[in-house]
Nanobody, 123 residues
């Protein structure tokens, strides 16, 4: 069964860091494009970052460039999102998903399988 499970969220102060994990089962992340998305209360879900299968090319939306880093550990079949210098506006439920492709500001999700992980940035 194909599954993606997000974890690593929590409550952090502004300026703090968190690392989110997206663990896959039933397929190999190494050969698929994976994206991180987030949905804040009352807002639509938006893309944050993506990493392509194979080469592992990455893209980020402007609002997180220089603060977030996406990476992949093929041995653990897990994609990570390292989030530094967090801001209150980063507060959202974060999801990972397989994507059709990974281009600048364009990484449409195939579907969402996980429950997401809550990230709250507040003092």
């Amino acid at each position: 069964q194909v599954q993606l499970v997000e974890s690593g969220g929590g409550l952090v102060q502004p300026g703090g860091s968190l690392r989110l994990s997206c663990a896959a089962s039933g397929f190999s992340l190494a050969h698929h494009t994976i994206g991180w998305f987030r949905q804040a209360p009352g807002k639509e879900r938006e893309g944050v970052s993506c990493i392509s299968g194979g080469k592992g090319s990455t893209n980020y939306v402007d609002s997180v460039k220089g603060r977030f880093t996406i990476s992949r550990d093929n041995a653990k079949n897990t994609v990570y999102l390292q989030m530094n210098s967090l801001k209150p506006e980063d507060t959202a439920v974060y999801y990972c998903a397989t994507c059709y492709y990974c281009l600048v500001n364009k990484f449409p999700p195939v579907n969402f399988r996980g429950q997401g992980t809550q990230v709250t940035v507040s003092s």
